[in-house]
C-alpha cells in the first residue's frame, strides 16, 4: 500500500476515534420531583435529583431556591490531573448564567462532589456558573475545570461560600480562582484550596478578583501562576471596600507584575460611600509560600492604590515567612502607590527578600523566630510545640489545641471566667487577641487585688463584655506618663456592670479614668471607683495638636452610651475636662447618666463638674464631692447637655461661668443646690444654679417647652444665674434657707422629683425619688405594680429625657393588671423612633382588657429593640393595625420567653401573630403559646406573622403551640405557626424545632432555613387525606409531650384540653455549631447513629433496629401513607407496590429510602 495514503487513512481513523470519545455531557436523567421537607428545603440524595436541581436552576433563575445535599456526587470517576490529555466521559455544563443569575442556597452538608471537567473558552465556569446565594458545607475534588474569565471550581461568580475545601485543576484567562473567579459583595468564611490555578489577569488561590466584600479564616494550599495581578488568596480587590481577616498562603506563587503572597493588587478606584470608612481593613495575614515575580512583588501586598482623598490602608498583626524574589519594586510586606497611603502595625518580616539578585531583606535565624512573637501582637504564640503546626513560624492562640487562656468560652451563656491575679494578667495580656475578639464576655468569680509593683498599662480592645459579678479589683496601679491611664485604654464598643475598682491609682499623660480613656459605645451600671485620678500634664503643653484631653473617676471620653447606677470615690485631677462620672465627647455623639453619684473631690482648669466634665444628659445625680476649676464650673457638669432631676451637696470654687449644677446650661429642669460656692472672678458669671443660662432651640416631646424649671437653691447671697438671658423661660424656682430646705413642707413643694429625708439619708435635705421602687438594674427592677404604674410607664417612655432612664431598664410586673373600656393604652416602645430596649418580666401575670387601634402598630408592645420579655401573658384583649399582635407588634434582635396571648383577639393587615406581628433579624423566641384569634390579610400566623432571618446573628424559635384559630381574608400567607423567611449568614445559626398547632390551617410553618426540625414539628389532622398530621387522641398522650421535649409536660389535669402544656423546666436551647477560628480542611461529617437502619430490597423496605412494639408509617414523596403498622420484632419488612423514593417514620426518626 502506498506510504501516503496510509497514513492518510490512519490519521482519519485516529480523528475519528478520538471525536468517538470526546467527553459528552453528564447524561444523568433528571428526576421528576425532590423530596421537600416541610418548609421548602429540597432534599438530593440521588444523582438524578442533583441534575434535578441544575435542571431547575436553569428554568427558574427567578425562583429563590434551597437544597441539602444528602449523598455524595460522582461526575466522573479517574484521575483529573491526566484530564487536560486524556478527557473523562462526562464534561459538565455549570448552572447559573450571568443573563440569568439564580439564586440559590445550597447546603452539601458535608459531602462531596467530585469527577467535575470543564474545558471550553466560555467563561463563567465551575461547578455553578454564576448565582446568587450561599454555598456552604461542600467539598469538591479531584476535578478539572478550564475556562474563559471568571472561573472557579466552585462557581464563576457567588455571594457567599463557608466552609468549602477544594482540591482541583482551575484554568482561564481572566478572573480565576482556586474557589471562584470573580466576587461582588462576598461574605465568605472557611475556604480551602489544594491544586492549582492558572490564568492571565487577576489569579488567586482561593478568589480571582473581588470588588468588595469579607473574607475570613481562609487557606491556600495550591500552586499559583498567572501574569499580572496574582495572589495566594485573591488576585486583585477592585473598586470599593474589603475586609480580609485571618488568611494564610502555603502555595508558590508566580507571575509577572503585581505578585503578593495573599494579593496582587488593591485598587481602589472608588471612595467608599462611608466616608470614615478605610478601603480595606486587613489583618492576621501570613505567607508562607514562595513569591516569584518581575515587577511589584512582596510577601502580602504587592501593590496597595487608592484615590488620594481615602484614608491611608491599614493592615495589622501580619507576616511574611516565604522567599520573596523580583526584578524591580520587591518588598518584604508591601509596596504602597502612593507615600504614606499604606501602613502595617505589628507586622515582621522573616525570610529572604531578593531584588534583581541582590539580598533586600535577611532571613531571621530559625533560633530566634520566637522572639518576634510579642511585636506580632497578643493573638499569636510561638509554635513550641514537638510537632510544629505552622513550621516553627507563630500562629494564632487557638490554633494550639493545648493554649489555656481562661475557663469559659467567652460567650454570653459561658463567659471566661477571672478568677485570681493570674487569671487578670491573663485578661490584660491576651483580651486584644483576634481569636479572642469573637468572644468577648467576661465574669469576675472572686474579689482580686492588684499587685502594685507592677504597672497594669492599659491595652486597646475592639470589643469587651465585662461583669464583674459584684466583685472588686482593688489597689490597681496604672501610670503611663506617655498615654492612658485607666483599666482599658480604648475600645470600640463596652459593657461593663458589678464591679468595684477600689483604692486605684491612676495617672495618664493627658487622659486618665478609672476604667476607660477612649470608647466609641459605652454601657455601665453598677460600678463603683474608689482612690485617686490624675492627668499630670497640661494638654497644651504636651498635644499642641489636640484640641482636647479628658480625665473621669470612670470614663474620660465617649462617642455614645449609657452611664448608669455609678458611684465615683476618687479624687480626679486634670488640667481640662476633669469629671468625677464622665469626661466629655469627643465628637457629636450622645452620652446618657443617670443614678449616680460622686463623691471625690474634682479639681480641673477648664471644664470641671461632678458628674461630667462637659456634655451627657444627665438625669438622677448627686453631688457630694467638692468641685474647683477656673472656668466652667458646676456641681454636676460644667457645660452638660441636659441636667434634670439632680442635686449638688459639694462646695464649687471657680472663676467665670460656675454654678452650682452647671457652669453653662440650656436645660434645667428639676434640680437643686444646697452647696456654697465660692466666687473667685466675675460674679456676673457666678450662680447658684447656673454660671450663665443659654436659650434653649429646640423641642421637647414634639412641642415648644421651658428649659429651666423646677430649680430650688439654698440662700448664700447669690442669684439663681449670674446671666440669664430674657428670652429664657424659668418656671418654678424657689430659694431656701438651710433649715427650710429640710423642713418637709418644703420637699412637697418641689414635687415628684424629691421627697423629704426622713431616715436622714442626706443630712435632712431633700432626696430623689424615682416613678417606681427599685432603681432600674437587673438586681432591683422598678416594680410596676398597679394599672397606674404601668399608664404611667407609658407616658415616661414617651418624654424625651425620661426615656433616658426607662427605656432600656429592668422591670418587673408583680400583680395582674384589668383594664376597662375607659383606659386608653399606649403601648410601650410606641415607635421604631421610640423603641422600648430593656427588660420586662411578667412574673407570670396577665394583663387584660386592654383595646388598641392604630393604623400602624398595635400591641402591648408596639417597637422593641434588642429586648426582653419573659414570663408575661396578655388575655382577652383586641389589637388592630398593620402590624398586630398580643405581645409586640414589631421585633428587632429581641428575646421574647414563657409569654402567652389567652384569648386575645389580633386583626393585621400586613403582619400579624399570637405573640409578635414582624420579627427582623436576631429572633429568640422560646416558650410561648396562642390560644387567641388572629385575622389578616396576609403574614398571619399563631405566633409569628412574619420572622426573617436573613442575618448574622443567632436565632431561634422553639417550644411553641398555637391553639386558637387563624384567619385570613384573602387566604394567602395564611400559617399556624410562623412564616419564616431567609437564612443564616456569616456563620450564624437558627434554630427551629419542638412546635404543635392543632388549627387546621393548611400550612402550619413555611421555613426555609437549614436548621428547622421538621421532625419535631407537628400539626393536628386537617383530614382525613392529611397522612402527615396527627390526631387528638395521639396529641393528647404521654408520649407525644415527651416527643417535644423537657420543655412539655403531659396535660395531667386537661387544663389544656390534654394537649401538652409547658413543664416551668428552664428550656436548654442547644449549642450553636458555629465555624472555628481555626481552619482545617474539610472531611466528610460523621453521621450520627440512626435508631434503625432502612434498606432497599425488591418491592419492598427491610428496617433493622430497637423497632420491636413500635409504630411504623410508610409514605410516598407526595405525602400520601403507603403503610401503617406495628413492629413485631427488631427486624421488619415492609411491601411496596411500586418503584420510587418513600419516606419511613419512626418514632422521632424519619429516614428517605429509593426503592427501584
Not at 106 to 118: A, E, K
Request: hydrophobic fraction near 35%; include cysteine; charged fraction near 20%.
Amino acid at each position: 500500500m502506498n506510504k501516503t495514503l496510509f497514513f492518510a487513512i490512519l490519521v482519519f481513523i485516529l480523528s475519528v476515534g478520538q471525536s468517538l470519545g470526546a467527553p459528552v455531557p453528564w447524561p444523568v436523567k433528571p428526576a421528576k420531583t425532590f423530596f421537600r421537607a416541610d418548609g421548602g428545603i429540597m432534599e438530593i440524595s440521588t444523582p438524578e435529583e442533583f441534575a434535578l436541581m441544575v435542571e431547575r436552576l436553569k428554568t427558574n433563575p427567578d425562583e429563590s431556591q434551597y437544597y441539602i445535599l444528602k449523598t455524595d456526587i460522582v461526575i466522573n470517576k479517574g484521575d483529573a490531573k491526566t484530564w487536560a490529555k486524556n478527557p473523562p466521559k462526562y464534561e459538565w455544563i455549570p448552572a447559573g448564567l450571568p443573563a440569568d443569575t439564580p439564586y440559590v442556597n445550597f447546603d452539601g452538608n458535608g459531602h462531596t462532589i467530585s469527577g467535575i471537567y470543564i474545558n471550553t473558552e466560555d467563561s463563567c465556569q465551575g461547578l455553578f456558573g454564576a448565582i446568587r446565594g450561599y454555598v456552604y458545607n461542600l467539598n469538591i475534588v479531584n476535578s478539572y475545570i478550564k475556562g474563559g474569565n471568571n472561573v472557579g471550581a466552585l462557581a464563576g461568580s457567588v455571594w457567599a461560600p463557608v466552609n468549602v475545601y477544594v482540591d482541583a485543576i482551575v484554568e482561564g484567562n481572566d478572573n480565576v480562582g482556586g474557589i471562584i473567579g470573580k466576587a461582588s459583595q462576598m461574605v465568605s468564611n472557611g475556604l480551602v484550596f489544594k491544586g492549582s490555578v492558572k490564568g492571565k489577569n487577576h489569579v488567586g488561590g482561593i478568589v480571582g478578583a473581588v470588588n468588595s466584600g469579607e473574607m475570613r479564616n481562609s487557606d491556600n494550599y495550591g500552586s499559583v501562576y498567572g501574569e499580572r495581578n496574582v495572589g495566594g488568596i485573591y488576585g486583585g480587590l477592585d473598586k470599593t471596600e474589603m475586609k480580609a481577616i485571618n488568611l494564610k498562603n502555603y502555595g508558590t506563587i508566580v507571575g509577572k507584575v503585581n505578585v503578593g503572597g495573599i494579593a496582587g493588587v488593591n485598587s481602589f478606584n472608588e471612595k467608599p460611600e462611608n466616608k470614615d470608612a478605610y478601603p480595606i481593613r486587613a489583618g492576621f495575614l501570613r505567607n508562607m509560600g514562595e513569591v516569584i515575580g518581575e515587577d511589584t512583588v512582596a510577601g502580602i501586598f504587592a501593590k496597595y492604590s487608592r484615590p488620594r482623598n481615602v484614608y491611608y490602608i491599614p493592615m495589622k498583626y501580619s507576616y511574611n515567612a516565604g522567599r520573596v524574589r523580583g526584578v524591580s519594586s520587591v518588598q518584604p510586606l508591601y509596596e504602597a502607590l502612593y507615600k504614606d497611603s499604606a501602613s502595617c502595625y505589628k507586622c515582621v518580616n522573616f525570610k529572604e527578600v531578593y531584588e534583581n539578585g541582590g539580598l533586600v531583606a535577611e532571613k531571621i535565624r530559625e533560633s530566634q523566630i520566637d522572639l518576634y512573637v510579642d511585636s506580632l501582637g497578643p493573638s499569636f504564640i510561638p509554635d513550641s510545640g514537638k510537632v510544629k503546626i505552622n513550621d516553627g513560624f507563630p500562629i494564632l492562640l487557638t490554633e494550639n489545641k493545648n493554649f489555656k487562656y481562661l475557663a469559659g468560652k467567652g460567650t454570653k451563656e459561658s463567659p471566661f471566667l477571672i478568677s485570681s491575679l493570674d487569671d487578670l494578667i491573663k485578661f490584660k495580656k491576651r483580651s486584644q487577641a483576634y481569636t479572642l475578639q469573637e468572644a468577648p464576655y467576661y465574669r469576675q468569680t472572686e474579689d482580686i487585688e492588684w499587685d502594685a509593683s507592677m504597672n497594669w498599662i492599659p491595652d486597646t480592645l475592639f470589643e469587651v463584655d465585662y461583669d464583674g459579678g459584684n466583685h472588686k479589683i482593688s489597689n490597681l496601679y496604672s501610670h503611663n506618663e506617655n498615654g492612658c491611664g485607666a483599666f482599658i485604654d480604648s475600645v470600640k464598643t463596652a459593657v461593663f456592670k458589678n464591679l468595684f475598682l477600689e483604692n486605684a491609682d491612676v495617672m495618664g499623660a493627658v487622659y486618665a479614668a478609672g476604667l476607660i480613656c477612649h470608647v466609641g459605645n459605652v454601657e455601665v451600671s453598677n460600678l463603683k471607683v474608689s482612690g485617686s485620678v490624675t492627668a499630670a500634664y497640661h494638654y497644651r503643653e504636651t498635644l499642641s495638636w489636640m484640641s482636647r484631653a479628658a480625665t473621669a473617676g470612670v470614663v474620660a471620653t465617649a462617642i455614645y452610651g449609657t452611664i448608669r447606677n455609678t458611684v465615683n470615690m476618687a479624687d480626679v485631677s486634670a488640667s481640662e475636662n476633669a469629671g468625677g462620672i464622665f469626661g466629655m465627647r469627643p465628637r457629636l455623639g450622645t452620652v446618657n447618666l443617670y443614678n449616680v453619684v460622686n463623691k471625690g473631690n474634682i479639681t480641673g482648669r477648664f471644664y470641671a463638674g461632678g458628674i461630667s466634665a462637659q456634655d451627657g444628659n444627665i438625669l438622677y445625680a448627686e453631688n457630694y464631692g467638692d468641685v474647683s476649676g477656673s472656668s466652667y464650673v458646676g456641681g454636676i457638669s460644667g457645660l452638660p447637655a441636659s441636667v434634670s432631676k439632680s442635686f449638688n451637696r459639694g462646695k464649687i470654687t471657680g472663676y467665670d461661668y460656675v454654678g452650682g449644677i452647671a457652669g453653662k446650661a440650656d436645660i434645667l429642669h428639676d434640680v437643686y443646690n444646697a452647696g456654697s460656692i465660692d466666687n473667685l472672678g466675675n460674679p456676673l458669671k457666678v450662680g447658684a444654679i447656673v454660671g450663665q443660662g443659654l436659650r434653649y432651640y429646640g423641642k421637647q416631646n414634639g412641642i415648644w417647652s421651658s428649659n429651666v424649671a423646677g430649680v430650688y437653691y439654698q440662700k448664700d447671697g447669690l442669684a439663681l444665674a449670674g446671666h440669664m438671658p430674657d428670652s429664657v423661660n424659668v418656671v418654678d424656682s424657689a430659694s431656701f434657707t438651710a433649715t427650710e430646705f429640710k423642713d418637709k413642707a418644703t420637699a412637697d413643694k418641689m414635687g415628684r422629683t424629691f421627697r423629704a429625708d426622713e431616715e436622714n439619708v442626706n443630712d435632712g435635705y431633700p432626696i430623689l425619688a424615682f416613678d417606681f421602687k427599685g432603681n432600674g438594674s437587673e438586681a432591683s427592677p422598678f416594680l410596676v405594680e398597679t394599672k397606674e404604674d404601668l399608664m404611667r410607664l407609658s407616658d415616661l417612655l414617651l418624654d424625651t429625657l425620661m426615656r433616658i432612664v426607662y427605656a432600656n431598664s429592668h422591670f418587673k410586673l408583680t400583680s395582674d393588671i384589668k383594664f376597662d373600656s375607659t383606659d386608653k393604652w399606649i403601648p410601650l416602645g410606641y415607635s421604631e423612633r421610640l423603641p422600648f430596649g430593656g427588660s420586662f418580666d411578667g412574673g407570670n401575670h396577665t394583663v387584660s382588657g386592654i383595646v388598641r387601634r392604630d393604623s400602624v402598630h398595635a400591641g402591648f408592645f408596639n417597637y422593641l429593640y434588642k429586648a426582653t420579655v419573659k414570663n408575661l401573658g396578655v388575655k382577652d384583649s383586641r389589637f388592630t393595625a398593620d402590624h398586630a399582635a398580643a405581645i409586640a407588634a414589631y421585633a428587632v434582635s429581641s428575646t421574647i420567653s414563657n409569654c402567652w396571648n389567652d384569648n386575645s383577639y389580633v386583626y393585621a393587615n400586613k403582619y400579624g401573630g399570637g405573640i409578635l406581628g414582624y420579627v427582623w433579624t436576631g429572633a429568640r423566641i422560646d416558650r410561648v403559646y396562642n390560644t387567641g384569634t388572629i385575622e389578616g390579610r396576609s403574614n398571619i400566623a399563631g405566633i409569628v406573622g412574619y420572622l426573617s432571618l436573613y442575618q448574622t446573628t443567632d436565632s431561634y424559635l422553639v417550644n411553641a403551640y398555637h391553639r386558637g384559630t387563624v384567619k385570613s381574608s384573602s387566604n394567602s400567607s395564611i400559617y399556624g405557626i410562623a412564616y419564616i423567611n431567609g437564612s443564616a449568614m456569616g456563620g450564624s445559626n437558627i434554630l427551629v424545632k419542638n412546635l404543635y398547632t392543632t388549627d387546621t390551617t393548611r400550612y402550619m410553618i413555611s421555613c426555609s432555613a437549614k436548621s428547622c426540625d421538621f421532625n419535631s414539628m407537628f400539626h393536628i389532622k386537617r383530614n382525613d387525606e392529611d397522612s402527615t398530621g396527627l390526631s387528638a387522641e395521639e396529641m393528647k398522650t404521654k408520649e407525644f409531650a415527651e416527643r417535644l421535649g423537657d420543655a412539655f409536660a403531659f396535660d395531667e389535669k386537661g387544663v389544656n384540653g390534654g394537649f401538652p402544656i409547658f413543664s416551668g423546666k428552664e428550656s436548654v436551647i442547644p449549642g450553636a455549631n458555629k465555624d472555628s477560628a481555626e481552619v482545617v480542611i474539610p472531611v466528610q461529617q460523621k453521621k450520627v447513629p440512626s435508631a434503625f437502619v432502612a434498606t432497599a430490597g425488591d418491592k419492598n423496605i427491610l428496617l433493622q433496629g430497637n423497632l420491636q412494639g413500635k409504630k411504623i408509617a410508610v409514605f410516598d414523596v407526595k405525602g400520601s401513607k403507603v403503610w401503617m403498622g406495628t413492629a413485631t420484632a427488631n427486624t421488619h419488612s415492609i411491601p411496596v407496590s411500586r418503584a420510587g423514593v418513600y419516606l419511613v417514620r419512626c418514632g422521632k426518626q424519619t429516614v428517605k429510602i429509593a426503592v427501584r
